[in-house]
């Protein structure tokens, strides 16, 4: 129990007193704050039971403080149930606590003084998302505010009682000495950066802004602002990062990459422009365009053009790109839109990649190919001459024996023989007409130059290749069926013939020795395809000879080079369409190639 004497004093005191043991249970109350607290039963109710929205509030903090450092505590505070706002001092004796307090709401601003109350400025601290302390003229900390507490995941008893090394990186807390010493000299605001490292061991960064409020020195108080940046250095890491492997990814690949400003017309290119252009660039998009072959500017600025307005996202186009000798290369051009939030193309970003070697290559390739087709006819030519001569030999039989007889006639009538004499005339000019044919076939088979793709009806070139792989249907003693569909396909009319005139020899030749020879050609259209099929009567193909039927170099023929079908394919291939063994039994094969429909008139 207290004494009288103090009993008395602290009733006569113009403040309100509560004094609570270590248990925090009221051992005494003044009548001043009964009427304040609102509350008559204080004395040995629990502090914090009779006061539930002080727990965890500045209120505990403070008292708990006061009676582990045994240092008296002044403060000011809201407290929300009663909605004031209190002037604190909270004194040990002992195990006990002494706590003096007077209501601020009446408190008038000292004329002259325009910063605002403490009280406020504390609601402020508490509220903002911002970690706030507040230290001292002697740069003890005094205040620290719930974000704070959560930023360093300390409570503000720790805070408060700790040395800031505990919580700060010890290089960085020299720098925040350095930055105290300096406001506190000039009340000038300043702000650093600091790494706080919390009690697992996390480490967080912080922006941290230093100010001084108060009018004289003795009385100035320093505050400190900490701003949670880890994130944003986090994601300036990562992006830094991310740039520097995109630039090493550039560098790797020699890629040129650029960003376009759609606004202002400037472009910024990486280092590489100089290795692909041999000399450097400009920012304008100007520059870009100009050097673009005349050839295909109209074509890819009219494209590009297009995309942007079109809505899309991805551009991609070749096209060839000058060189500063005067010389042009290839370049795969890509490209990304960004648009803003209204949906309005802002920017391009995109890269350009030199593909002058793989186009080069690609047309050396074509060459090859184009070599060995033709050296394909050739040979197929070679294998198909005694045929064809014995088929030149008969129209040529037949010119002679219709000369020989008209110009008997001739001899022995006279003039009087012409009625006679001008059929066999005429029998002898057909027959050099088929043989010009015959000829005219062979030349076009054999013809050596580019690829002439154009709208073909497949019925003429059937006519001739069978023409050319049969000549005597008969002879060969092979019954031909043929039945197209209508329509046309894009090709090259020689290389299309060459791909028929091997599929039906090959059909021929594997029925040599077939009871029933039978040679079918037909074809169907399948929506914007064309599909033609070969099929013969022959013995059929075994799954391992089927297998690896368009494989180089294998064949089915004792003598054979293995190229035919292989060439056939690449024909096809390059038509953009597809060839191959459509159904294969004992009773026979059917090959089949398909074709894209000839979009032109028919």
Known sequence: MLSLTATEFLERTSECVLVVGSDWTVKFCNDLARRELRSPDLEGSHLWSTFPAARGSVFEERYRLALERQMSQTFQAYYPSLEHWYDVHAVPAGGNLAVFFRNLNGARVAPGEVRPPAPMLDALFDQTFLGVMQLDAAGRPIDANHQLCSLVARSAC???????????????????????????????????????????????????????????????????????????????????????????????????????????????????????????????????????????????????????????????????????????????????????????????????????????????????????????????????????????????????????????????????????????????????????????????????????????????????????????????????????????????????????????????????????RRLRIWSTVEGDRHRVRVSDTGGGLSDEVAAGLFSAFRSTKENGMGVGLTICRTIIESHRGTIGVEETSPAGTTMFFVLPLSRAEP
């Open 158 to 516: 720790d805070l408060l009682s700790r040395p800031m090394a505990d919580w700060i990186m010890p290089t960085d807390l020299k720098a925040l000495e350095a930055w105290l010493r300096h406001v506190q000299a000039t009340t000038a605001p300043g702000e650093c950066e600091v790494r706080i490292v919390r009690p697992d061991g996390e480490i967080r960064h912080c922006s941290l802004r230093l100010s001084s409020e108060g009018s004289m020195p003795a009385g100035r108080r320093t505050i400190l602002v900490f701003a949670d940046i880890t994130d944003r250095r986090q994601a300036e890491a990562h992006l830094r990062e991310r740039e520097q492997r995109l630039h090493l990814a550039a560098r790797a690949t020699n890629d040129v990459i650029w960003d376009h400003d759609l606004r202002s017309g400037e472009v910024s290119w990486n280092h590489a422009i100089e290795q692909l252009h041999g000399a450097a660039a400009t920012d304008r998009v100007s520059w870009w365009v100009a050097q673009i072959h005349p050839e295909d500017r109209p074509r890819v600025t009219a494209d590009i053009d297009a995309f942007i307005v079109s809505g899309g996202e991805h551009w991609q186009h070749e096209y060839r790109f000058a060189r500063a000798d005067g010389s042009h290369g290839h370049v795969l051009h890509r490209a990304f839109l960004v648009r803003d939030d209204g949906g309005a193309a802002v920017r391009m970003v995109g890269a350009m990649t030199d593909i002058s070697q793989r186009v080069e290559a690609q047309q050396r390739l074509n060459r090859l190919q184009g070599e060995l087709i033709h050296v394909s006819r050739v040979s197929a030519m070679g294998t198909m001459a005694s045929a064809l001569a014995h088929e030149l030999n008969q129209p040529l039989t037949g010119i002679a024996n219709y000369v020989s007889g008209a110009r008997r006639l001739l001899e022995a009538r006279g003039a009087d023989a012409l009625e006679d004499v001008l059929p066999a005339l005429s029998l002898a000019a057909d027959e050099v007409n088929n043989v010009g044919e015959m000829i005219r076939r062979l030349r076009r088979m054999v013809a050596h130059g580019r690829a002439d793709v154009q709208p073909v009806a497949l019925g003429r070139l059937v006519h001739d290749a069978l023409s050319l792989a049969i000549p005597n249907p008969a002879l060969a003693q092979v019954e031909i069926a043929v039945d197209l569909a209508p329509g046309k396909v894009d090709a090259d009319p020689v290389q299309l013939q060459q791909v028929l005139v091997n599929l039906i020899r090959n059909a021929t030749e594997a029925m040599e020795h077939a009871p029933t």
